[in-house]
């Protein structure tokens, strides 16, 4: 069975401290995706990155980065330099081309920067 | 651009009434979506369209009823909800519809219900 863990139900920091959100998953299939989606208090769930089980390359755009790791089937994503914009509720989640598109989401961080 | 508009953004329904949900895209995707998000957890699937054709129904009550009139729109239709269906309900859409667990969905604001 395909499952996505974050383990961190909440972190709270002070601006500009950095802060890494842990995602850790479960599946069977060798070719699947990996994404990363943050979600303010608005509501909208906004795409961050997507990452699929061939390409091990870390990533890095501005202050966030994501380090993918096959051997311990995990996807992190670190913040540097947090800013108060940056809390939101963030969801990695695990898609499996078999499964039609479903996404089967982690149950999110709520990261909380206070200023 | 990446846009998915729904409205309305706020919804207030008894439990007789008779309403729908309206989600667009024009970005050219052929796959959409309708999710359901309670308070503090993730978003659950409910239905998935490639094509205009429903190829995913996630067990949901026939109480909410799902319609692609073309490529763009995707409508969810209310009827004789239960306070427990108060949620936030997000449409998303994807490029391809086929292959839609390969493809990055792309979620619009969501609406708001709250059902008395």
């Known amino acids: 069975a395909q499952k996505v863990t974050q383990a961190q139900t909440e972190i709270s920091v002070v601006e500009k401290e950095d802060v890494t959100l842990d995602c850790v998953y479960e599946t069977r299939d060798t070719t699947y995706y990996l994404f990363w989606y943050k979600q303010p208090p608005s509501g909208e769930l906004v795409f961050l990155i997507r990452r699929n089980s061939f390409d091990e390359q870390n990533e890095i755009s501005g202050r966030y980065s994501w380090n993918f790791q096959k051997s311990t089937s995990s996807f992190n994503f670190t913040i540097t330099a947090s800013q108060v914009v940056d809390s939101a509720v963030y969801f990695c989640?695990?898609?499996?081309?078999?499964?039609?598109?479903?996404?089967?989401f982690g149950q999110g961080t709520e990261l909380s920067v206070k200023p | 651009d990446t846009e998915v508009t729904q409205t309305p953004k706020h919804l207030v329904m008894g439990m007789t009434n008779k309403k729908s949900l309206k989600c667009e895209q024009h970005?050219?995707?052929?796959?959409m979506y309708w999710y359901k998000q309670k308070a503090k957890k993730p978003p659950e699937l409910m239905f998935v369209y490639s094509y205009e054709k429903l190829s995913i129904n996630e067990s949901v009550p026939s109480r909410f009823s799902p319609e692609c009139p073309n490529s763009s729109l995707l409508n969810l239709h209310l009827h004789a909800l239960q306070p427990e269906d108060s949620a936030l309900y997000l449409c998303?859409?994807?490029?391809?519809?086929?292959?839609?667990?390969?493809?990055?969905?792309?979620f619009g604001p969501g609406t708001r219900l709250t059902v008395l």
């Open positions: 998303a859409s994807s490029q391809d519809g086929i292959r839609q667990g390969t493809d990055t969905q792309y």
């Open positions: 989640a695990l898609s499996d081309p078999g499964e039609g598109g479903k996404l089967i």
């Open positions: 970005m050219g995707h052929r796959a």
